[in-house]
């Protein structure tokens, strides 16, 4: 049976654990994730930006439709991860109003089950980025811990990132994309709402010299307990 990081990328990354920049984990004995060294040169990490669309905004009781992320490897998007997940039941006329996703595209698709342990393969060995990361890591790892998964990976927070270091009235996506004239290909859809945190990912590393190393990133770390 091949590695799981037998492919390019990841065979990159496995070697880098010599220089002790990066700790790739598999799922082992129910554990994934990614451990840095604090050294470590934020640019020189692969970065996977996530989004996800729920049913709700409880972790305990509401469940993922749309899981999106990108990888970039200094700065250049290597791959896309997009799906959308039956949740195992009819989502709000609500929720399709501000997703607009329906019953109907969610008949048929696959379930949590079957989605999320690739997205744990797409996103160990990564730094992950999130914005407003507090409420999707929440649903990681509420839906992670149903599988019997635990989670170890080093996730920053724009939101945080931008509340101490743009100069604009308010920190929410629309409000940072209108900062940095960027324009939505969707919004509220995770591929759409990726780009765009990202590009504010951009904008602030290149306004903030001093963000350089990941020891410098600690005040935006989103603390994953699961």
């Not at 996530?50 to 999106?68: V, W």
């Not at 709000?92 to 342990?117: C, D, F, Y």
């Amino acid at each position: 049976m091949p590695s799981p990081f037998s492919n390019s990328l990841f065979s990159t990354l496995l070697g880098r654990r010599q220089t002790g920049d990066l700790s790739p984990q598999a799922i082992l004995g129910g554990v994934t994730g990614s451990r840095f060294a604090p050294h470590a040169k934020f640019a020189d990490l692969p970065v996977v930006v996530f989004d996800f669309e729920t049913t709700g905004l409880d972790g305990k009781t509401d469940r993922i439709i749309e899981i999106g992320a990108v990888k970039y490897v200094r700065r250049r998007e290597v791959e896309r991860f997009s799906f959308l997940v039956h949740p195992g039941r009819p989502i709000t006329e609500e929720i399709t109003q501000i997703t607009g996703i329906t019953n109907a595209m969610l008949e048929g698709q696959p379930p949590i089950s079957e989605v999320l342990p690739q997205f744990h393969d797409f996103l160990r060995g990564c730094v992950g980025i999130a914005h407003n990361a507090e409420f999707d890591t929440g649903f990681l790892l509420a839906e992670s811990a149903r599988l019997g998964i635990q989670c170890d990976y080093v996730v920053f927070c724009t939101l945080r990132m931008a509340r101490e270091l743009v100069k604009a009235e308010r920190k929410n996506l629309d409000a940072l994309a209108a900062h940095y004239r960027l324009t939505f290909e969707s919004r509220h859809r995770s591929i759409g709402d990726i780009l765009v945190t990202a590009a504010v990912l951009w904008n602030m590393l290149d306004e903030n010299k001093q963000l350089a190393c990941l020891k410098d990133f600690a005040p935006y770390q989103e603390v994953m307990q699961g």
